[in-house]
């Protein structure tokens, strides 16, 4: 089970290089909030890599795409004599014991 954030060591470093103007910006932005650089830069940067993550593991389908996707899930055809194979072949790879 994962800890609460407060509890969980931070002692991995992250380091990069920026320019002055990048600096003074993100050290502005974190002086409005009332935050460190540090706090401002992780949570900045954890939010962008979550939206990153979701951009590439969520679908957003139209209502047509949907309708065209959902009908290949629901009248799939019946499976041809390579799928076949390659099931048995899966089957015994699982029986196997191998990962």
Known sequence: MALP????????????????????????????????????????????????????????LTQEQQKVFIGALTDAPAPNKKLQKAYKRFRKYKASGRR
Do not use: Y
């Open 5 to 60: 954030t407060a509890v969980r060591r931070r002692d991995q470093r992250l380091e990069a290089r920026i320019t002055p103007d990048q600096k003074e910006l993100i050290e502005r932005a974190a002086c409005v909030q009332g935050r460190t650089v540090t706090d401002f830069v992780v949570s900045a940067l954890q939010e962008a890599a979550k939206q990153a993550i979701a951009d590439h593991t969520v679908w957003k």
